[in-house]
Structures are given as structure tokens and as C-alpha cells.
T-cell receptor
Framework: NAGVTQTPKFQVLKTGQSMTLQCAQDMNHEYMSWYRQDPGMGLRLIHYSVGAGITDQGEVPNGYNVSRSTTEDFPLRLLSAAPSQTSVYFC?????????????FGPGTRLTVT | SQKIEQNSEALNIQEGKTATLTCNYTNYSPAYLQWYRQDPGRGPVFLLLIRENEKEKRKERLKVTFDTTLKQSLFHITASQPADSATYLCALYSGYSTLTFGKGTMLLVSP
């Protein structure tokens, strides 16, 4: 199993540009989520999904869109990038059958918005 | 909303000693609490979970305690090694399928 994969590893955007961060998992996990990690702020939840076709907002959803058309994929879209979105983004998945939501994280995408 | 406090200062210890990291939370007691390890430039890795009705959980050299009265969890690494150097994150189940993470404590184990 590859686990949770994320692409790209690094990205530089100009203010106003759009892009999609890709996330895929091959563990058949129903639950997937996106976090951003900033120095001194810890991990903050952006959006999450409890299954295909179901998404919900986390703590910091503004400026981001998600969709979940398959169990495997959970892309994060930045519609109009802003410097405040400079961060490291982590995708995670979790098996829901255990009821404990232990997260399996991807390697992260480091995004810089200039 | 749930708030989590982890010591923001790095913990420096010598190899072979026991490292103890603290996670304090406010508001309601979560159904369970998790600990993760994060190395520089990598995603967090799940280590241990402890439920509210469990006082203590062990896994090899790791031990976690959960005191719902004090609203505190302690994370211990016995016989610490330089390879244990990393940032350790505490996370609480916030309800509605979400976790709230602490900011993490960096552990440095010197030979």
C-alpha cells in the first residue's frame, strides 16, 4: 500500500491564481481530511469528508473548496490564492470502523503564495 | 471550543532518561485522546490512543496516562534515544468526526 499520497510536494503561486492540491489513499478509508500547519499555530482542520459525496467545513474553510467523488480521492482547491494561504498542507485519512479516527497523514504540500 | 495546551518550549534530555510531555485541555473531556510524532518535513504519524475510561496505555517504550479530573494527559518515553528526537502532538476528539490538535512539543535527546 502507498498509504496517503499528495501532489505536488512544493508549489509557488502568485496572488489570485488558482490550483488544486491532490490527495489519494489506497486503504479504503471512508474518512478524509485536509489540514494546514503554520508555525506557532499547529494543525488546523480545513475541510473533511466522511464518505464519497459528503463533505463538511472544519475550523478554517474560507478560501478553499473540496469535493469527494470517490473513496480514494479528496482534492483541495484554492480558487484565488492569497499570501495568507502560504502554509504546509496535509491530507489525512482514517478508518471509521474503529470509531477512534486515528489519522494517517500524507507527506504534505508546501505552498508559497507571493 | 476545545483548547489544547502543550509546552511550546523544547524538552532537552539525555539519552537513557525518561522524557515526559504534557497535554492539557480545557472545556469538556473528550471521549479519547491521541498522540502523534512528527519529524521535520514529514506528516504526523499516529502513536497511541487512550480512551476516557482508561487510566494508562503502553506500547513498547511509550506510556500514556489520561486524567479526566485534571484534564491532562502525560506522554512518557522511557530509555530515550536520539532517534526519539521529534515533535510530539496531542489530539483530542472534538466530535462530528473531527480532531483538535495541540501545537506540539519538540523533544531533543542528546547522546
Amino acid at each position: 500500500n502507498a498509504g496517503v499520497t499528495q501532489t505536488p510536494k512544493f508549489q509557488v503561486l502568485k496572488t489570485g491564481q488558482s490550483m488544486t492540491l491532490q490527495c489519494a489513499q489506497d486503504m479504503n478509508h471512508e474518512y478524509m481530511s485536509w489540514y494546514r500547519q503554520d508555525p506557532g499555530m499547529g494543525l488546523r482542520l480545513i475541510h473533511y469528508s466522511v464518505g464519497a459525496g459528503i463533505t463538511d467545513q472544519g475550523e478554517v474553510p474560507n478560501g478553499y473548496n473540496v469535493s469527494r467523488s470517490t473513496t480514494e480521492d479528496f482534492p483541495l482547491r484554492l480558487l484565488s490564492a492569497a499570501p495568507s494561504q502560504t502554509s504546509v498542507y496535509f491530507c489525512a485519512s482514517s478508518p471509521t470502523g474503529t470509531g477512534s479516527y486515528e489519522q494517517y497523514f500524507g507527506p504534505g504540500t508546501r505552498l508559497t503564495v507571493t | 471550543s476545545q483548547k489544547i495546551e502543550q509546552n511550546s518550549e523544547a524538552l532537552n534530555i539525555q539519552e537513557g532518561k525518561t522524557a515526559t510531555l504534557t497535554c492539557n485541555y480545557t472545556n469538556y473531556s473528550p471521549a479519547y485522546l491521541q498522540w502523534y510524532r512528527q519529524d521535520p518535513g514529514r506528516g504526523p504519524v499516529f502513536l497511541l490512543l487512550i480512551r476516557e475510561n482508561e487510566k494508562e496505555k503502553r506500547k513498547e517504550r511509550l506510556k500514556v496516562t489520561f486524567d479526566t479530573t485534571l484534564k491532562q494527559s502525560l506522554f512518557h518515553i522511557t530509555a530515550s534515544q536520539p532517534a526519539d528526537s521529534a515533535t510530539y502532538l496531542c489530539a483530542l476528539y472534538s466530535g462530528y468526526s473531527t480532531l483538535t490538535f495541540g501545537k506540539g512539543t519538540m523533544l531533543l535527546v542528546s547522546p
